[in-house]
Nanobody, 122 residues
Framework: QVQLMEFGGGLVQAGGSLRLSCAASGSFYNINVRAWYRQAPGKQRELVATITNSGSTTYLDSVKGRFTFSRDNAKNTVYLQMSSLKPEDTAVYYC????????????????WGQGTQVTVSS
């Protein structure tokens, strides 16, 4: 059983910073965390940032210049550094990954984390 877990959410004042991390536990051969999403109350889940195997990143227009998606392959962990946070960034943040497990090998299955709440006060 593979679990993705997000850490680092919390309550922060506008203008502040948080760093989210996403790591996997369980039995797997390979993991590729591809994206961060977020979902605000009453809104659809939206794509915040993506990263390729080569490290190229893309960002939602509203977070460009404020958020940075990075990865530590040695730790199978990815990070979302969020700076200059705004109240409109308040949401539950999710990481999404393709994971190659003993039961799916050689294919990958898509996994979601349970989410971490980020609340930005004005």
């Amino acid at each position: 059983q593979v679990q993705l877990m997000e850490f680092g959410g919390g309550l922060v004042q506008a203008g502040g910073s948080l760093r989210l991390s996403c790591a996997a536990s369980g039995s797997f051969y390979n993991i590729n965390v591809r994206a961060w999403y977020r979902q605000a109350p009453g809104k659809q889940r939206e794509l915040v940032a993506t990263i390729t195997n080569s490290g190229s990143t893309t960002y939602l227009d509203s977070v460009k210049g404020r958020f940075t998606f990075s990865r530590d392959n040695a730790k199978n962990t990815v990070y979302l550094q969020m700076s200059s946070l705004k109240p409109e960034d308040t949401a539950v943040y999710y990481c999404n990954a393709d994971v190659q497990t003993p039961s799916t090998y050689p294919s990958y299955a898509n996994y979601w984390g349970q989410g971490t709440q980020v609340t930005v006060s004005s």
